[in-house]
């Protein structure tokens, strides 16, 4: 089985280039570039609108944005986070000087155990980040209770959950602050860029200094902040993609559901369950290689490589496997049994808007076909 073109795990979504053309020209006329300017703020607006939250501050990338969150509600300490997530997740720990505190997750949505985390506390915890990983939402209502218990923040990395919901209203509302990506490889995207969602206007404003940094008019600056901001380019790269953003997803679903459908009953391939009461964003497609599958992981990863299909191992290997990593006590790998079991079992196979259906039967068909061997 051989495929004429290669297929990677993702292939972004873009604007037509006529579409762009007259954006372009605004920002030629206005040479308003960056600095919070005019596509800037329509795109606040527009996400607002969109996402049915109050406050939204764009930023350069999903990572800037996470290290923010974090100065903008004065973490420090230790704070309670997942082994199975992208590194940024805990790099935006250790540029802050926070010492991570690793948790197991639970294997259906492989997101933070809610019933791992208070044994973690300790009087130097004064925060959680869990993920929402590849978008299914985290079981918020259980994180925010212990977090009330022990006056902890919660701040969740949304990296992957732009457009969920759940139960009919934006996952980006839990916590404390949400921190989004608007990499070019996530459901929508301005390139690079990402954003914080908070629920006051105090803690927006707050955020808007801090991403220009600290900078309180001219001549006051009332923090170290950083440069945060999101260039007008990818703020209308941004409005662009709003625009068709629904129409995306829905053609993400219907590639979702399709594999769902072709690798129903093989021995040793698992899907992963959306959560109950969740609308979708269909932003990764995960599937674990259990034992009774006829090839490891690594196995079908590299047969895949042959036929030109790219999967991606995400996430292997876990954060706690990494050097920066490694040393801390909660990341022995005996205290995190299922994200070490899910690390080595897990392939995320391509999903994207314009994925044919063909190419996903190909992909589905190869993996049958290895399971009969
Ligand atoms: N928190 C979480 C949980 C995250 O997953 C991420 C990012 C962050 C925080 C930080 O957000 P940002 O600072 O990135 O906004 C990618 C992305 O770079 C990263 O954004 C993402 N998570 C992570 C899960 O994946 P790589 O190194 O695996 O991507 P790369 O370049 O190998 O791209 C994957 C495939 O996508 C390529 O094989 C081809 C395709 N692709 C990629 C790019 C960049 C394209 O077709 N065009 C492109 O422009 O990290």
């Known amino acids: 089985m051989a495929t004429d073109k290669n297929i990677y795990v993702t292939k972004p979504n873009l604007p037509s280039l006529s579409d762009l053309a007259p954006y372009l020209e605004k920002i030629w006329e206005r040479r308003i570039l960056s600095n919070c300017g005019p596509f800037h703020v329509d795109l606040e607006n527009a996400l607002c609108d969109y996402l049915g939250v109050n406050y939204i501050s764009l930023f350069c990338n999903g990572t800037v944005s996470l290290v923010t969150a974090l100065q903008t509600l004065g973490i420090t300490g230790e704070v309670i986070t997942t082994p199975f ?20 997750i639970e294997k259906d949505h492989l997101n ?11 009087e130097k915890t004064t925060a959680i980040l869990p993920v929402h990983c590849y978008g299914n939402p985290c079981k918020v209502d259980e994180i925010q209770s212990i977090a009330n218990k022990y006056n902890l923040k919660v701040i969740y990395d949304a990296a992957h959950a732009f457009g969920v919901k759940l139960d009919s209203s934006s996952v980006l509302s839990h916590g404390d602050i949400s921190s989004v990506s608007f990499h070019a490889t996530k459901v929508f995207n301005t390139f690079e860029g990402g954003a914080l969602v908070c629920s006051n206007v105090e803690t927006k404003d707050y955020i808007d200094k801090l991403k220009n940094f600290g900078h309180e008019g001219e001549e006051t600056v009332l923090a170290p902040g950083i440069n945060g901001k ?29 594999y769902r459908q072709e ?22 497609f995960p599937i674990l290689v259990e034992p009774g599958y006829y090839l490891t992981r690594d196995d079908l990863y590299n047969e895949f490589k042959k036929i030109g299909i790219y999967t991606r191992k995400y996430f292997y290997p876990l954060i706690t496997d990494f050097p920066m990593y490694s040393g801390f006590p909660s ?17 995320c196979l391509p999903i994207y808007p314009d994925l044919e259906l063909d190419t996903v039967r190909v992909i589905t068909q190869f993996i049958r076909s290895k399971s009969i061997l």
């Open 85 to 104: 997530s992208f590194v940024a997740t805990s790099h935006a720990l250790l540029w802050n000087k926070i010492t991570p505190v690793f948790v197991d």
């Open 112 to 122: 933070l155990d809610p019933s791992k985390i208070e044994e973690a506390i300790t």
């Open 230 to 258: 999101m260039s007008e380019f990818n703020a209308a790269i941004g409005l662009l993609q709003l625009g068709e953003i629904d129409h995306f997803i829905e053609l993400r679903k219907t590639v979702d559901k399709t």
């Open 263 to 284: 690798l129903e009953g093989i021995d040793g391939i698992q899907c992963i369950e959306q959560t109950n009461n969740t609308v979708s964003n269909y932003s990764y």
């Open 331 to 347: 990341a022995n790998s005996s205290r995190l049994p299922v994200a070490t079991r899910v690390s080595s079992q897990v392939l």
